[in-house]
């Protein structure tokens, strides 16, 4: 969940929003964050098989639409996914660019394209074997984070954190007219809460496990996330901070030194890959079991026929994600947000509603707080959060979601399933 995003995205998020009060726009990212994380929760406790949102939709809807709402979300998931997972190489080759001063444009996506090709090498093993060396990634994740938190905080300004430009509040200034590009950005920053249950058919006891695990994420993110852009702000004046590259190398240097700075930043880049590999771990099972479950493209449920994992999605989301690493960090969070959010976000919760009228004895071992008011909240926050992305990544998502009911229809006919076969009993 905490890789490379914010590292990259405080400068634009500051930029956006014209000023420290950048800081706020974080906090209404969590709120909609938080929402959603309560449907998460409920659906994967009460249904925790392996690749979370397919199973939900396919629950809520089968008995009206068939296998379409799963086979659009697996569709949708094999181009988000991975995009995300580029922005973390792209975040990556930047943070490179202060250790090699020079490095090209054309390098670059060349790095970044190989960093891909590695991420699928070490994922091509057994699932044992991937825990170890999560661990260590994890552990090198909360060394950077919590280094520049350290280094920013001792070295704290608090007339420059709480700078804020004149009539940033006013009607019609910078915090609110920044404030849907902003929120793009910070939901992008807390995608991954999502992750664990992805993989809920391989976690013990998930009734417990996987509430814990999105909700705990959440919280304990948002005060990292606050604590790291204040400590930002409060060490380099936001002006600076919006044209960096590299914020928190910046800091880094400015707080203890150039060397130390290097040698941390070479612990952000290690960051970023882990959350290169820890995506594609997850995102590589979503298509793996729908198509198993006889959902979606029967290609990607082929399992390497030796070290028995899901090697055909792993191959093809790695293949889209060294493809966005070629774009800029901007257009590429624009779009993944566009797209997840019509069948992965709006769908799910209309999912929960639906799961709790015509199954009201389905077992929920955890049941959402306060409902239906976090789901309100998080259908409002999507909403403007879809608007938010711009014309441009909005037509590029209804575009590939009109492609994914061609490609539903076409595979339905051969399935012989709705609309040309019966509908589930």
């Known amino acids: 969940m905490c890789g490379i995003g914010p590292f990259v995205t405080i400068p634009t998020m500051v930029a956006v929003m014209g000023g420290p009060q950048a800081v706020l726009g974080w906090l209404v990212g969590a709120l909609v964050a938080l929402a959603d994380g309560l449907v998460w929760a409920e659906l994967g406790a009460a249904l925790p098989g ?23 979300f697996a569709w949708t998931a094999m181009l988000f996914v991975p995009l995300i997972m580029s922005t973390g190489v792209i975040g990556m080759v ?4 202060y250790l090699v001063p020079g490095l090209t444009p054309a390098a670059g996506r060349a790095i970044g394209v190989g960093v891909v090709a590695l991420a699928v090498l070490l994922l091509y093993r057994r699932i044992g074997e991937i825990t170890r060396l999560t661990a260590v990634l994890f552990a090198v994740m909360l060394v ?20 804020y430009p004149d009539g940033a509040f006013a009607a019609g200034g910078p915090f609110w007219t920044g404030l849907g590009a902003g929120l793009v950005i910070a939901i992008y ?28 994420s959440i919280t304990g993110i948002m005060a990292l996330y606050f604590l790291l852009n204040l400590g930002v702000l409060g060490v380099v004046p936001w002006q600076e901070v919006a044209s960096s590259s590299s914020v928190a190398s910046l800091v880094l240097e400015r707080s203890w030194g150039t060397t130390t700075a290097q040698v941390l930043t070479a612990c952000i880049v290690v960051t970023a890959f882990g959350s290169v590999f820890a995506g594609l771990l997850g995102g590589s099972r979503i298509p793996f079991h729908a198509a198993r479950d006889g959902l ?15 090697h055909a999605a792993l191959l093809a989301m790695g293949a889209v994600t ?13 779009v993944l947000t ?19 009228r015509r199954r009201p004895d389905l077992p929920r071992p955890y049941r959402q707080w306060l409902y239906p008011l976090p789901c309100v909240v ?15 990544p909005v037509l590029l998502s209804l575009a590939w979601l009109a492609a994914g009911g061609v490609a539903f229809l076409v595979w339905a006919r051969r399935q012989r399933t709705w609309p040309f076969g019966p509908l589930p009993a």
């Open 50 to 72: 392996a690749g979370g949102s397919y199973v939900y939709l396919r629950e809520a809807f089968q008995h009206r639409t068939g296998r379409l709402m799963p086979f659009l």
């Open 94 to 97: 930047s943070y490179l660019g």
């Open 144 to 163: 950077s984070v919590l280094s520049v938190v350290v280094a920013a905080y001792t070295h704290f300004d608090a007339d420059l954190a709480f700078a």
């Open 189 to 216: 920053d807390y995608l991954g809460y999502n992750t664990a249950a992805y993989l809920g058919a391989e976690v013990r006891d998930p009734g417990r496990t996987l509430p814990r695990a999105i909700l705990v």
């Open 296 to 310: 979606f493209l029967p290609w990607f449920g082929r399992l390497h026929p030796r070290l028995r994992f899901p």
């Open 322 to 334: 060294a493809v966005g690493s070629l774009f800029t960090l901007q257009d590429v969070i624009n």
């Open 338 to 356: 566009a797209v997840f959010v019509i069948v992965q976000s709006v769908a799910q919760v209309v999912a929960l509603v639906v799961l709790r």
């Open 378 to 392: 998080a259908l409002l926050g999507w909403a403007f959060v879809y608007y938010s992305a711009g014309p441009r």
